[in-house]
């Protein structure tokens, strides 16, 4: 309440691929983007009928770094905004208004990929002690024997006619059945962002299906995928034989036409896109209609989350752009992976502070340090699997909007008051602009700017929605048998990655070990 005063599991292989195609939302095309159709030749990538969006979650739009909304720039220097598709399209942090002074640009990229969600096959104990709610169709669960991906219709992009090999914002003209460096052949358009667009193509020296993301014909944005290049690189020569990192491969890179190009391992869809074509349909406990996914799918997609993010601290990397779009899974092996490292630094990397100033990544899923401009960490990340978690339990964003005043005043209504120690290491413009200029510091009310105080009962909002909602699954059809004590110690995972304090959030190798994926 406000008061205003003055390792991954191991998965099942060989399920039959039913599904070849990813949708892009619909309201996730970008002026810029355009392609001329030639007759398709292979029915294996004509895009199937459209799922019916039953999801009534908030679209991230293009402010928030979403998949929804992709502004496009023509400037050498575009505005930053995350994209859809398999791989992502690009690598940027998406525009965020923050309301302070002369914000400092938001340069580093992301970049985007598709996967479907999980449901699994193995269900917790749902013994006298459980409580349980229906059954879930085998042909649903990701992770059963005969699970059966619905299919998704990839939205056709709008055709731009421009007389040269790229269109008035620089990128590549793309045309589908097109060979491209003589060995892939351009099937379907998955998505593009600010940097690049991502299709998907066969190829032809290998036979298998890739995805191609095909940067914009512009200096500033070549160097920006070379630097992207790099980071995969040091991530393949940390993971030698790739099975630590869980994190999507590039395979080749070249220059096609002015164009770089990179050649990306191929995955079907993000989690996202999976919830909403193959989540179970339920109700929120406002009322609304959702989708979601059982306890026991998401622990296998946690579990993987976590070990890559135990990876990546070894190493001393931070992802910063962690969400449901981001984590990309296959049908046909059932893997999952994290993909979009626009965003990935290394944080012994020289360029701290700038990174820190450019505040990369999607708003609704930044740390609170991130809003105050903190020097921060791998904490970032565990903020952000937190949010994401809640929202796969939940099917609803755990926070909403694009400003950095309004998506702060949430974060206390739900966890508390910003304590001092964040408060002390802040940015003095943060500081100037969120709060009062006596002390001790008061947080202002985004419209009238008067203090607020946040209850202490605040911090315990996220774990009591969320046991509310359990019990309102009793209502869905298809929601597996789950124990009421799994979902309490799942609940307790979630807080402890959502701590104010970047110090006292859960490291990934404590969650590895955390009672939540015991018999994983």
Request: hydrophobic share 35%.
């Amino acid at each position: 309440m406000v008061s205003s005063e003055a390792a991954s599991p191991s998965l099942p292989k060989e399920v039959p691929l039913h599904a070849t195609s990813v949708a892009d939302r619909t309201n996730s095309i970008p002026p810029a983007a355009n392609v001329a159709t030639l007759p398709v030749g292979s029915s294996e990538f004509s895009s199937p009928p459209v799922i019916p969006d039953v999801e009534t979650r908030n679209s991230r739009d293009s402010t928030t770094g979403s998949v929804s909304e992709v502004q496009e720039q023509s400037s050498d220097k575009p505005s930053t905004t995350s994209q859809g598709g398999i791989v992502s399209a690009e690598g940027s942090s998406p525009g965020i208004d923050n309301g302070i002074a002369n914000p400092q640009p938001n340069s580093v990229g992301t970049s985007q990929q598709v996967v479907p969600s999980v449901e699994p096959s193995d269900h917790p104990d749902d013994g006298p002690s459980a409580q349980t709610y229906g059954e879930v169709a085998d042909e649903d669960d990701l992770f059963g024997d005969n699970f059966v991906a619905r299919p998704a219709t990839d939205v056709p992009f709008i055709q731009q006619k421009v007389d040269s090999l790229d269109n008035e914002h620089e990128y590549y003209k793309t045309t589908i059945n097109e060979l491209i460096e003589g060995r892939y052949v351009i099937k379907e358009v998955l998505g593009h962002g600010s940097y690049a667009e991502v299709v998907r193509a066969y190829d032809k020296v290998t036979n298998t299906k890739v995805a191609l993301k095909i940067f914009r014909n512009n200096p500033f944005i070549y160097r920006k995928g070379l630097d992207e290049r790099n980071r995969l690189n040091r991530v393949s020569d940390a993971d030698i034989d790739g099975s630590q990192s869980h994190i999507i491969r590039l395979e080749h890179n070249f220059i096609y036409k002015q164009h770089l190009c990179f050649v990306m391992e191929n995955m079907d869809t993000n989690l996202d896109k999976y919830v909403k074509s193959q989540g179970i349909k339920a109700t929120s406990i406002q009322g609304k209609a959702i989708r979601v996914i059982s306890l026991p799918t998401i622990r296998k997609i946690a579990f993987t989350i976590f070990n890559c993010l135990k990876f990546l601290r070894d190493n001393r990397f931070v992802h910063g752009d962690i969400k449901p779009e981001n984590i990309l899974i296959n049908f046909g092996t059932r893997e999952v992976k994290i993909g979009d490292l626009g965003t990935l630094h290394d944080v012994r990397d020289s360029h701290m502070e700038e990174y820190r100033l450019d505040q990369p990544g999607t708003p609704i899923f930044m740390a609170p340090e991130i809003h105050l401009m903190v020097t921060h960490d791998f904490a970032i990340d565990t903020w952000a699997v937190g949010c994401t978690l809640y929202e796969l339990f939940m099917g609803a964003h755990l926070f909403h909007g694009d400003s950095t005043h309004g998506l702060l005043t949430q974060i206390q209504e739900k966890r508390g008051p910003i304590g001092r120690v964040l408060l002390n290491n802040a940015h003095p413009a943060a500081v100037a602009t969120f709060f009062t200029d006596d002390r001790p510091h008061r947080f202002r009310d985004p419209y009238s700017g008067a203090p607020l105080v946040f209850s202490s009962n605040s911090q315990y909002v996220v774990q009591n929605d969320m046991r509310k909602h359990f019990h309102a699954l009793a209502a869905a059809d298809g929601y597996p048998p789950t124990n009421k004590k799994d979902v309490d110690v799942f609940i307790e995972l979630v807080d402890r990655c959502l701590q104010l304090d970047p110090a006292k959030r859960i490291k990934p190798d404590e969650a590895l070990q955390h009672a939540f994926f015991k018999g994983v």
